[in-house]
């Protein structure tokens, strides 16, 4: 009922302020008369807007600059998809799909179990008949046929085996003195080998079996633990289950709870004028066992209601707890003392008051819990970015101390070359008998020695001849002077 923020900017900044009362077609009534008692704007809804509306849906690409059809289809599929993933992902630890998908897979295995079982009874019942009224339980039965075998080959030695399976010593030795007397046929290795290997399929079953009660057991603790307190987990995964989902048992009434999973039994006697059934799956729960017979509908009414509180509290609190499933059990216990002997129960206001108080503290407890975690998981982020940082400089500085190394080898080399030349280009060593040792040239050097040596000749010839004339004139300028 209260008008989204998006939505005020929008017309706050669309209408001038003495333009309020303009007519804005919207199809929702609860929608036009909220946006009507914040903004003042007169909305209209009906039949008409709503037409206006298809026509805009339908013609919204041309409507709109640059939106295409197929842009428009991609836009609608990904928001489709996004309040899919919404919907399922709302949050990870508080997933009821899990649930119902658990509780599903237990009653089938249950059933499997059953009908294995069976068969393994009626299959190595020809062989030893006396093992199935000693040994009741269908997996301690699989698993006594699996270690006894062939009954010839049982004696004393294996009673030691037989205890730690049967957890009976009388038992053990019942199965003993029943091996050696029994009517039983005799029975091929082959057959033998494929009776112990189906029996271990069996209890492979029910190992896993066990494994996934547990399994359902810790999540209906995280998704519903005031539900799972009240009537126990496999109660409650069976009403979240029939319902849908916990959002769904949560708007169910308490009457509509009552009768979860008695629909058939609901509609023929509403059919027949007969009698509605007083409970459905909650029968299940140990409260209407341990109930007299005229107070089973009285209790199983009251049930509904306190596991209807329970699924509403489970469903909306943000930090689920166990509290209020306490203290609803608890009032279900003294409803159950006041019908047998009168002792008359608390008031539902004062013990909702204790349950509070006692959730305040718990949530407390929890938030200081999760603090303390995040603390340390943005210290453990903090620490390992440090660490990372820190490696990424030593590499920085080991690969400037590479490159570093790499230039001063490149100078040493450069060094060592310049060298070796001006070595090679330094005038040859004299040798003890004052005789100068010349270095053999190469072939290109040899060369262009030869065809230099003619220019240099040229060239000494030209200046001994400047040398002779310079002497000549001052010679001349000097007996001129003399002469003078």
């Not at 089938?108 to 068969?119: A, C, E, G, V, Y």
């Not at 085996?161 to 010593?169: F, K």
């Not at 909702?352 to 303390?372: D, F, G, H, N, T």
């Not at 440090?386 to 500085?397: G, H």
Request: positive net charge; proline residues 3%.
């Amino acid at each position: 009922g209260v008008v989204h923020e998006d939505l005020r900017l929008l017309l706050d900044t669309a209408l001038p302020p003495k333009r309020k009362k303009v007519l804005l077609g919207v199809g929702d009534a609860k929608m036009g008369a909220a946006v009507q008692e914040e903004l003042g704007v007169q909305c209209q809804t009906g039949g008409v807007v709503a037409e206006l509306l298809r026509g805009i849906r339908l013609h919204f690409p041309a409507l709109v600059r640059g939106l295409t059809a197929q842009s428009a289809a991609k836009a609608q599929l990904g928001l489709g998809h996004s309040y899919s993933r919404a919907k399922v992902k709302f949050n990870v630890h508080r997933v009821d799909n899990m649930i119902i998908q658990s509780i599903s897979l237990l009653d089938q295995l249950d059933k499997d179990i059953n009908t294995f079982s069976m068969r393994v009874r009626e299959w190595y019942g020809y062989h030893f008949p006396e093992l199935i009224k000693i040994i009741p339980d269908n997996s301690m039965y699989c698993r006594v046929a699996k270690f006894i075998g062939n009954r010839r080959e049982l004696s004393e030695e294996s009673l030691e085996g037989l205890e730690e399976i049967v957890m009976d010593s009388a038992k053990a030795q019942a199965i003993l003195e029943a091996s050696r007397s029994s009517m039983g046929m005799d029975i091929s290795p082959l057959d033998l080998i494929n009776i112990e290997s189906f029996s271990r399929r069996v209890i492979s079953l029910s190992d896993y079996r066990k494994g996934l009660q547990e399994y359902l057991r810790s999540k209906m603790n995280q998704v519903a633990p005031s539900l799972s307190a009240l009537i126990g987990e496999v109660v409650g995964a069976r009403l979240i289950s029939h319902a849908g989902s916990l959002t769904n048992l949560a708007k169910y009434p308490a009457s509509t709870v009552q009768i979860l999973g008695a629909e058939k039994a609901l509609f023929r006697a509403l059919k027949t004028r007969g009698n509605t059934p007083k409970y459905g799956l909650i029968f299940h729960s140990t409260f209407i066992g341990r109930a007299a017979a005229k107070n089973k509908g009285r209790i199983s009414r009251y049930l509904a209601n306190k596991c209807t509180i329970a699924s509403r509290i489970d469903c909306f609190s943000e930090v689920p707890t166990s509290v209020f499933g306490d203290k609803l059990r608890e009032q279900v216990e003294e409803r159950l003392a006041f019908y047998e002997t009168g002792e008359p129960p608390r008031k539902n206001l004062d013990v909702m008051k204790e349950a509070v108080v006692e959730a305040s503290e718990v949530v407390a407890e929890v938030k200081r819990r999760q603090e303390k975690k995040e603390k340390k998981r943005k210290k453990r982020e903090k620490e390992r970015l440090e660490a990372l940082a820190a490696a990424a400089e030593e590499l920085a500085e080991n690969s400037v101390m590479d490159t570093e190394e790499n230039d001063v080898g490149a100078k040493k080399k450069k060094k060592k070359k310049k060298q070796q030349l001006d070595e090679s280009e330094a005038e040859p060593e004299v040798e003890e008998n004052g005789v100068e040792e010349e270095e053999p040239l190469p072939k290109k050097k040899r060369k262009v020695m030869v065809e230099l040596e003619p220019k240099q000749e040229e060239e000494e010839e030209e200046e001994e001849k400047k040398k002779k004339k310079k002497k000549k004139k001052k010679k001349a300028v000097a007996q001129d002077s003399e002469e003078d």
